[in-house]
């Protein structure tokens, strides 16, 4: 059948789904008396103007790119882990324990050491949702759901009860050492003689993302593994007949998925806050759905996908510091482009793809 | 009908209608007269056009350019609507039933008169009635679409278009679903409604049928409507001749077979599904190199468990040698891939949902199953896309599987190069013993001779083969040696060469010996 060529697809669709929510959200601007021409501006110039805010835009994006690809790895697999959330959190134990464990002497090991605990607590807590729907058919986004709720109580127990430094009132671990901060943008940057600004959250875990990405895309579509669990994906019962065993390919694609939502506690435990707090994930699990869905549950797509929540992030706190325009409005307008871009996307596409026909 | 014009003679006519999707042109300045009051096929491969033809009288698609001419007036049919409208009924291939609601509350879906239903359902009793008492249309009105047989859907089907008013009845492959009992029902129902001065237009592959049924028949090739004649001056050779555009061999020559040592044993095979119902009930089965072993039975004797159960998808009991080995029926290496490096390979019955990966590619599906096989890996860790893309060309030359595109997706291949696919890949293994299912469902007389060939082949290379089909036809034309499954188990033996169509009817039906 005549289809539309593959980057429209791609491209084209969300971008139109991005324009109309775009609108929407001026409309509602307009709404509450505001000027929407000027709010963009705000968050356009705040966000994307100046080299400050691209440190936290990135910042927010490399969050996203792992919860991004947490998602689409699962999603490439049949499985819909919505336990992001509760991965990370036990993630940013990982960190947390790899940090205090020993004197680092430099940021480097520590950060291979947190990489690992980070990966490994996120996998270990998505591998007993993904045994119970391999081996009981118990549906992975209840379990995974109720998950991120027991994430959360373990580890308020942990912080109130075991981890908080005596004599502390803050349910927080104690600051890690200096020799475990990792080097930001700026030091990055700046060794290659590219000015960035001082003193914004952006650190090495971008360039680990990145990383994560390369990886996740030699995986799915260049390993045996990446075959079976897309085949899996697609077709369980034509998996089957090629001998694809549901139960193996269940468990290391959900493994796989919990190690990268994992992995995001490196970014924000280690690389910004550098100790362990009660909510340092902040939805970020969630968002990661949407950038999966907008991205095509491909890596490029998840890294386009996240550089724009990462936008809409700090592009809405640039608007809630310089306009009167409510906090809660930024959460519909970060609502608004997840409903287009995420679970409407249908409604561009169809009509775009009879336009297609029509030519 | 009102709108009939007398002075027009033809209830269909469609001039110089052509359709493209992108660079593909389904169909090329197609014109074609339907006579009232007859019956009229439409024979071609898969993918020559015809689907597409009547999508475009069916409102589903809109031509590029074209006219069609209803009961002598020009008509615009721009959807399903309108088709209706003009008197035009389709019975799809793929019924469009919803299965929790009863017959009549089917026949009135979308034509409900009025914000209540009872008025509707009870004009609905009357009418239903009536045509079953003049077309051998008989259905009980109240039963529920999930308790009736495929016959019994397909009467729905047509009774939802006559309910419309259609005067033009269009039939998309039947038959395709239906034993042959079921068959002879429905040509006595057409055959009625034509002489009721009803049209009829029947899609097929199947030359049997428009030899038995069609007034005229017009062949179509690769989107071009390349002959109608009338049916009594035609016959089944010229037809497949027009069809394929070459001379076919509608039976493929067969050199006697002659078996060697014995490949696979089965002794006391049993099943059971999910439910506990046993569904195969002590399978014995032997199968020598260089044979065909043909399972007749009629669907859901336990045919596919067999199938199943051989080719690693589900578990069983008892004991199966390959090459005098005996294969693990349940634990771990009773899988697919494991079953596949013994030496089976298997064309799964339902090549769409098992055989194949829809949205894979067509390189892509020629690794599946076989993706761990060295030749298909660059080092320990990467499969090797390239060689897999180089060697499905090579296959897809050799299958003659078309169009000749590794990167395209299995499903927009059409039935037949879809199956060719699947056969490629495992036949290509070389394998001791190949298990196929209904080799040619779907599949046009083309590829039909190109895969009997094949399998005829690979048998005389010295392998098993172990053949599963509904149609007893190519069972007995096939086959070296014939076992009937009825109920699970293995009613009989015979050889094609000393049985007939009624004593493998009988012993199908579970008359005669019981299970040696």
Same mark, same amino acid.
């Given at each position: 059948?005549?289809?539309?060529?593959?980057?429209?697809?791609?491209?084209?669709?969300?971008?139109?789904?991005?324009?109309?929510?775009?609108?929407?959200?001026?409309?509602?601007?307009?709404?509450?008396?505001?000027?929407?021409?000027?709010?963009?501006?705000?968050?356009?110039?705040?966000?994307?103007?100046?080299?400050?805010?691209?440190?936290?835009?990135?910042?927010?994006?490399?969050?996203?790119?792992?919860?991004?690809?947490?998602?689409?790895?699962?999603?490439?697999?049949?499985?819909?882990?919505?336990?992001?959330?509760?991965?990370?959190?036990?993630?940013?134990?990982?960190?947390?324990?790899?940090?205090?464990?020993?004197?680092?002497?430099?940021?480097?090991?520590?950060?291979?050491?947190?990489?690992?605990?980070?990966?490994?607590?996120?996998?270990?807590?998505?591998?007993?949702?993904?045994?119970?729907?391999?081996?009981?058919?118990?549906?992975?986004?209840?379990?995974?759901?109720?998950?991120?709720?027991?994430?959360?109580?373990?580890?308020?127990?942990?912080?109130?009860?075991?981890?908080?430094?005596?004599?502390?009132?803050?349910?927080?671990?104690?600051?890690?050492?200096?020799?475990?901060?990792?080097?930001?943008?700026?030091?990055?940057?700046?060794?290659?003689?590219?000015?960035?600004?001082?003193?914004?959250?952006?650190?090495?875990?971008?360039?680990?993302?990145?990383?994560?990405?390369?990886?996740?895309?030699?995986?799915?579509?260049?390993?045996?593994?990446?075959?079976?669990?897309?085949?899996?994906?697609?077709?369980?019962?034509?998996?089957?007949?090629?001998?694809?065993?549901?139960?193996?390919?269940?468990?290391?694609?959900?493994?796989?998925?919990?190690?990268?939502?994992?992995?995001?506690?490196?970014?924000?435990?280690?690389?910004?806050?550098?100790?362990?707090?009660?909510?340092?994930?902040?939805?970020?699990?969630?968002?990661?759905?949407?950038?999966?869905?907008?991205?095509?549950?491909?890596?490029?797509?998840?890294?386009?996908?996240?550089?724009?929540?990462?936008?809409?992030?700090?592009?809405?706190?640039?608007?809630?510091?310089?306009?009167?325009?409510?906090?809660?409005?930024?959460?519909?307008?970060?609502?608004?482009?997840?409903?287009?871009?995420?679970?409407?996307?249908?409604?561009?596409?169809?009509?775009?793809?009879?336009?297609?026909?029509?030519? | 009908?009102?709108?009939?014009?007398?002075?027009? *003679?033809?209830?269909?006519?469609?001039?110089?209608?052509?359709?493209?999707?992108?660079?593909?042109?389904?169909?090329?300045?197609?014109?074609?007269?339907?006579?009232?009051?007859?019956?009229?096929?439409?024979?071609?491969?898969?993918?020559?056009?015809?689907?597409?033809?009547?999508?475009?009288?069916?409102?589903?698609?809109?031509?590029?350019?074209?006219?069609? !001419?209803?009961?002598?007036?020009?008509?615009?049919? *721009?959807?399903?609507?309108?088709?209706?409208?003009?008197?035009?009924?389709? @019975?799809?291939?793929?019924?469009?039933?919803?299965?929790?609601?009863?017959?009549?509350?089917?026949?009135?879906?979308?034509?409900?008169?009025?914000?209540?239903?009872?008025?509707?359902?009870?004009?609905?009793?009357?009418?239903?009635?009536?045509?079953?008492?003049?077309?051998?249309?008989?259905?009980? *009105?109240?039963?529920?679409?999930?308790?009736?047989?495929?016959?019994?859907?397909?009467?729905?089907?047509?009774?939802?278009?006559?309910?419309?008013?259609?005067?033009?009845?269009?039939?998309?492959?039947?038959?395709?679903?239906?034993?042959?009992?079921?068959?002879?029902?429905?040509?006595?129902?057409?055959?009625?409604?034509?002489?009721?001065?009803?049209?009829?237009?029947?899609?097929?592959?199947?030359?049997?049928?428009?030899?038995?049924?069609?007034?005229?028949?017009?062949?179509?090739?690769?989107?071009?409507?390349?002959?109608?004649?009338?049916?009594?001056?035609?016959?089944?050779?010229?037809?497949?001749?027009?069809? !394929?555009?070459?001379?076919?061999?509608?039976?493929?020559?067969?050199?006697?077979?002659?078996?060697?040592?014995?490949?696979?044993?089965?002794?006391?095979?049993?099943?059971?599904?999910?439910?506990?119902?046993?569904?195969?009930?002590?399978?014995?089965?032997?199968?020598?190199?260089?044979?065909?072993?043909?399972?007749?039975?009629?669907?859901?004797?336990?045919?596919?468990?067999?199938?199943?159960?051989?080719?690693?998808?589900?578990?069983?009991?008892?004991?199966?040698?390959?090459?005098?080995?005996?294969?693990?029926?349940?634990?771990?290496?009773?899988?697919?891939?494991?079953?596949?490096?013994?030496?089976?390979?298997? @064309? *799964?019955?339902?090549?769409?949902?098992?055989?194949?990966?829809?949205?894979?590619?067509?390189?892509?599906?020629?690794?599946?199953?076989?993706?761990?096989?060295?030749?298909?890996?660059?080092?320990?860790?990467?499969?090797?896309?390239?060689?897999?893309?180089?060697?499905?060309?090579?296959?897809?030359?050799?299958?003659?599987?078309?169009?000749?595109?590794?990167?395209?997706?299995?499903?927009?291949?059409?039935?037949?190069?879809?199956?060719?696919?699947?056969?490629?890949?495992?036949?290509?293994?070389?394998?001791?013993?190949?298990?196929?299912?209904?080799?040619?469902?779907?599949?046009?007389?083309?590829? @039909?001779?190109?895969?009997?060939?094949?399998?005829?082949?690979?048998?005389?290379?010295?392998?098993?083969?172990?053949?599963?089909?509904?149609?007893?036809?190519?069972?007995?034309?096939?086959?070296?040696?014939?076992?009937?499954?009825?109920?699970?188990?293995?009613?009989?033996?015979?050889?094609?060469?000393?049985?007939?169509?009624?004593?493998?009817?009988?012993?199908?039906?579970?008359?005669?010996?019981?299970?040696?």
């Amino acid at each position: 059948m005549g289809g539309m060529p593959k980057w429209a697809d791609a491209l084209l669709v969300p971008l139109l789904s991005l324009i109309i929510a775009f609108v929407i959200s001026g409309l509602v601007i307009l709404l509450i008396g505001e000027d929407p021409v000027e709010a963009l501006w705000i968050m356009v110039t705040g966000a994307l103007g100046s080299t400050y805010g691209w440190g936290y835009t990135l910042y927010y994006a490399t969050n996203f790119i792992f919860t991004g690809l947490a998602v689409a790895v699962a999603f490439h697999a049949g499985l819909f882990n919505i336990g992001g959330e509760g991965q990370a959190t036990m993630g940013g134990l990982g960190v947390a324990l790899a940090c205090l464990a020993l004197p680092w002497p430099h940021w480097s090991l520590a950060l291979l050491a947190s990489t690992l605990l980070s990966a490994v607590f996120g996998a270990a807590w998505a591998a007993l949702p993904a045994w119970l729907q391999a081996k009981r058919g118990s549906h992975i986004v209840i379990t995974t759901i109720m998950f991120n709720f027991i994430a959360a109580a373990v580890l308020n127990y942990l912080l109130v009860n075991v981890m908080r430094p005596r004599g502390s009132m803050d349910p927080a671990t104690a600051r890690f050492p200096a020799e475990t901060n990792l080097p930001d943008l700026h030091a990055i940057l700046g060794a290659v003689g590219i000015p960035f600004a001082k003193g914004t959250p952006a650190n090495i875990s971008l360039i680990l993302a990145l990383l994560a990405c390369g990886l996740v895309w030699v995986t799915i579509w260049r390993t045996r593994l990446g075959y079976e669990i897309r085949a899996f994906g697609k077709s369980e019962k034509a998996a089957v007949y090629a001998g694809i065993r549901p139960i193996r390919i269940t468990m290391y694609a959900m493994l796989i998925s919990g190690a990268l939502a994992g992995l995001m506690a490196v970014n924000t435990v280690q690389g910004e806050t550098n100790r362990l707090l009660l909510n340092s994930v902040e939805g970020a699990g969630f968002i990661g759905i949407a950038v999966a869905l907008m991205g095509r549950s491909h890596p490029v797509g998840v890294i386009f996908a996240a550089i724009l929540f990462g936008f809409l992030y700090q592009g809405g706190a640039e608007l809630a510091l310089w306009t009167r325009i409510p906090k809660e409005l930024i959460i519909v307008i970060q609502a608004l482009v997840i409903l287009f871009t995420g679970a409407l996307d249908e409604m561009v596409r169809a009509p775009l793809r009879r336009l297609w026909r029509m030519r | 009908m009102g709108r009939q014009d007398p002075a027009a *003679p033809f209830a269909i006519e469609l001039r110089g209608i052509s359709k493209a999707f992108g660079p593909v042109q389904a169909n090329k300045d197609i014109s074609i007269q339907v006579a009232r009051g007859s019956i009229h096929g439409i024979i071609g491969e898969n993918g020559a056009g015809k689907s597409t033809l009547m999508s475009i009288l069916y409102g589903f698609y809109k031509a590029d350019s074209g006219e069609i !001419v209803i009961n002598g007036h020009p008509t615009t049919i *721009p959807d399903s609507q309108s088709a209706i409208r003009a008197g035009i009924g389709m @019975v799809f291939q793929h019924f469009k039933l919803v299965q929790n609601f009863t017959v009549l509350e089917n026949i009135i879906l979308g034509v409900e008169e009025g914000r209540l239903l009872a008025p509707s359902l009870s004009k609905a009793r009357k009418v239903l009635a009536e045509l079953a008492r003049e077309y051998e249309l008989e259905v009980e *009105p109240d039963a529920l679409i999930e308790d009736l047989s495929v016959g019994h859907l397909q009467r729905v089907e047509i009774l939802k278009a006559l309910y419309r008013q259609a005067d033009i009845l269009i039939l998309d492959e039947p038959t395709g679903v239906l034993t042959p009992a079921e068959a002879d029902h429905l040509f006595r129902i057409l055959r009625g409604l034509k002489e009721q001065g009803k049209t009829i237009i029947l899609i097929t592959h199947k030359l049997r049928e428009i030899m038995e049924i069609t007034d005229t028949v017009s062949v179509m090739r690769r989107g071009e409507m390349t002959a109608t004649l009338p049916t009594a001056g035609t016959s089944p050779e010229q037809l497949a001749e027009l069809m !394929v555009g070459r001379k076919v061999l509608l039976r493929v020559e067969k050199a006697p077979a002659s078996p060697g040592r014995i490949v696979l044993e089965i002794d006391d095979l049993r099943v059971r599904d999910p439910q506990g119902v046993e569904r195969l009930k002590g399978v014995n089965l032997t199968l020598r190199a260089g044979e065909i072993l043909g399972i007749a039975g009629v669907a859901g004797n336990g045919q596919s468990e067999l199938l199943e159960v051989l080719g690693g998808i589900s578990q069983a009991t008892g004991r199966v040698k390959i090459n005098g080995q005996e294969i693990d029926l349940t634990g771990k290496h009773s899988d697919g891939r494991s079953r596949r490096a013994q030496g089976i390979a298997h @064309v *799964p019955e339902d090549r769409q949902t098992r055989g194949l990966i829809m949205d894979f590619a067509a390189w892509e599906n020629m690794a599946f199953g076989y993706h761990h096989a060295p030749a298909y890996q660059k080092n320990a860790a990467l499969m090797d896309n390239a060689a897999i893309r180089a060697d499905c060309a090579a296959k897809m030359e050799r299958f003659d599987v078309r169009p000749q595109v590794p990167a395209l997706a299995a499903r927009n291949f059409s039935g037949g190069n879809q199956q060719k696919l699947v056969v490629a890949r495992e036949i290509e293994r070389n394998p001791d013993l190949l298990l196929i299912g209904q080799p040619t469902r779907g599949v046009d007389i083309g590829a @039909v001779e190109f895969i009997h060939k094949q399998i005829l082949a690979l048998r005389d290379a010295g392998k098993a083969v172990l053949l599963v089909s509904v149609e007893l036809d190519e069972i007995l034309s096939r086959s070296d040696r014939i076992a009937v499954m009825f109920d699970g188990r293995i009613m009989g033996e015979r050889l094609p060469g000393a049985t007939d169509e009624r004593e493998l009817g009988l012993l199908m039906a579970g008359i005669g010996e019981e299970a040696a």
